[in-house]
């Protein structure tokens, strides 16, 4: 089993800065790519950004404001997110893929943290 635990959401006004985690853990292997994504009320969960080994992608929306970067001795992947505008408010998913000990290949979803930025 694996799981992936966020951390670090809440409610920041604009121009605020938050950072969030997300741990990876359990019977792994290997992560490969990890990744956030967001979902707003009424919309499409969207990827917000990406990290492939050093490679980082990123929402045109965040560039500039959002980093992305991994602690591979800890399996976790953060975002950093600042100069935070209200379209910035959603509920942030962690993403990852991970190879398991028996060598399976899978997606894995985080429960989810609310990020919510006050005008």
């Known amino acids: 089993q694996v799981q992936l635990e966020e951390s670090g959401g809440g409610l920041v006004q604009a121009g605020g800065s938050l950072r969030l985690s997300c741990a990876a853990s359990?019977?792994?292997?290997?992560?490969?790519?990890m990744g956030w994504y967001r979902q707003a009320p009424g919309e499409q969960r969207e990827l917000v950004a990406i990290i492939r080994g050093s490679f980082t992608t990123y929402v045109d929306s965040v560039k500039g404001r959002f980093t992305i970067s991994r602690d591979n001795a800890k399996n976790t992947v953060y975002l950093q997110m600042n100069s935070l505008k209200p379209e910035d408010t959603a509920v942030y998913y962690c993403?990852?893929?991970?190879?398991?000990?028996?060598?399976?290949?899978?997606?894995?979803w985080g429960q989810g943290t609310q990020v919510t930025v006050s005008a």
């Open positions: 359990g019977s792994i292997f290997r992560v490969n790519a």
């Open positions: 993403s990852a893929n991970i190879q398991s000990n028996d060598y399976s290949h899978r997606d894995y």
